[in-house]
């Protein structure tokens, strides 16, 4: 029996005012989930183990099949994994973002963690902008990425009591206070607004209203890691479908085959049928496919409701619905598992730890309940799984059977 794993990045949420209290999840019209939410069993599931922090690596490293507690090491590494960097056991890797920060009074202010959703081709030049820079260092590489998100390396660096701080969380904030605690950190940012204040890729940008790209923010740091493939775990094979270097690096980790598709942005744009389209090809030779799609997170960061409820819709759509029709006309056996990683309110503008819906459809044994896939239904039918990556085997045991 095939297994597919539906992620949408950061789609659970909380009630709001605005929509007469409900969450997002209730107002989105989502008829697919919906359906295989009452053909399936639907309950609540934590996915961001207690004591770490709520980010997409540990909670997709759970969704994945993970134990955060034995295997996080930092985002960083993870990514390095997909961008084909090999970390040496003396080298410190960091997720670099290039933001927008602004001037108030003394301080600055981040105005913006991903620089308007800068394009991958201006921050890439600004990355080999910065690349100049970094030579002046010993021992410390950059790499470039997909839109904000990039790379940095430096080797025979101490990281421990090192804190540092994911800009997402402090968007609209006085810097100040969550800056890295290391001199050379410190230092690379400064260095690096001098290189981007007048950047051409930067001067274009201004003179078409956008926001600029006007320092780096290193975090997510630590170090090299290994995991159990797929493979040597369940003894299956799998695909994974994503935009983003950190899925992407998840998935090369677990020994899947990392499908990329043209048009997969991260954003709102991106090509969600394509994904689906890459996802169901790849069952004719996988055991698995997982897709992600990171749109609502992004969405949720910048506290755009109208955007994150479209995010959402396209996802039942073009994902959910089309990897529905597709399975129904091959009149093949399937498991599907579908969920978010982890809360992004509107509100609070960035994760949260809060337990997340999940539900899982046999096509071999439909269900038939009132339940919805949002929140609040998730949590009445009493199913509660604590430890998140006991999920993966709870989806491919019921597949073996």
Not at 52 to 77: E, H, I, Q, W
Not at 141 to 154: A, C, D, S, T
Request: a negative charge; aromatic letters at 6%; one cysteine or more.
């Amino acid at each position: 029996m095939k297994s597919i794993v539906l992620l949408g990045d950061g789609m659970a949420d909380e009630p709001i005012e605005e929509l007469g209290g409900k969450t997002l999840l209730e107002v989105a019209h989502i008829p697919f989930m919906d359906k295989l939410a009452a053909s399936g069993e639907l309950g609540m599931v934590r996915t961001v183990k207690p004591g770490f922090p709520p980010g997409s690596d540990v909670a997709n490293m759970s969704v994945l099949g993970l134990d955060p507690g034995t295997y996080y090491k930092g985002r960083a590494p993870i990514e390095a994994v997909s961008m084909g960097v090999d970390l040496q056991e003396s080298d410190t890797a960091f997720r670099i973002n290039l933001v927008t920060l602004s001037r108030q009074g003394r301080s600055s202010i981040m105005e913006d963690y991903c620089s308007g959703h800068i394009s991958t081709g201006e921050a890439r030049v600004l990355i080999e902008a910065l690349s100049v820079l970094v030579r002046n260092y010993p021992g410390i590489r950059v790499y470039p990425g997909v839109e904000y998100r990039h790379l940095m390396v430096i080797n025979e660096y101490d990281n421990k009591g090192l804190k540092t701080k994911p800009p997402h969380d402090i968007t609209g904030q006085c810097i100040d206070e969550y800056l890295p605690n290391d001199e050379l950190l410190l230092e690379l940012i400064e260095r690096s607004k001098e290189v981007l204040k007048d950047h051409p890729v930067n001067l274009a940008r201004r003179a078409q209203g956008k926001r600029e790209a006007t320092a780096i923010w290193p975090w997510g740091e630590g170090k090299g890691q290994k995991v159990p493939t797929l493979q040597d775990e369940y003894g299956i094979t799998g695909s994974m479908i994503s935009a983003v270097d950190l899925l992407k690096g998840l998935g090369i980790l677990r020994g899947m085959e990392v499908i990329n598709v043209p048009g997969a942005t991260g954003w709102i744009d991106t090509d969600y049928q394509g994904k689906a389209k890459a996802a169901m090809d790849s069952l004719s030779f996988h055991d698995l496919s997982f897709i992600h799609v990171e749109a609502p997170d992004e969405a949720g960061h910048a506290g755009l409701i109208k955007e994150k409820i479209q995010a959402i819709e396209h996802f039942d759509e073009k994902v959910v619905g089309q990897v529905l029709m597709h399975m129904e006309e091959k009149a093949e056996p399937f498991r599907v598992l579908f969920l978010p990683d982890h809360p992004t309110p509107i509100r609070k503008r960035t994760h949260t730890a809060d337990p997340v819906p999940f539900a899982i459809y046999d096509s071999t044994n439909p269900r038939g309940n009132k339940w919805k896939f949002t929140e609040k239904d998730a949590m009445q039918t009493g199913l509660f799984i604590e430890e998140g990556y006991t999920l993966l085997r709870r989806l491919l045991s019921r597949a073996e059977s």
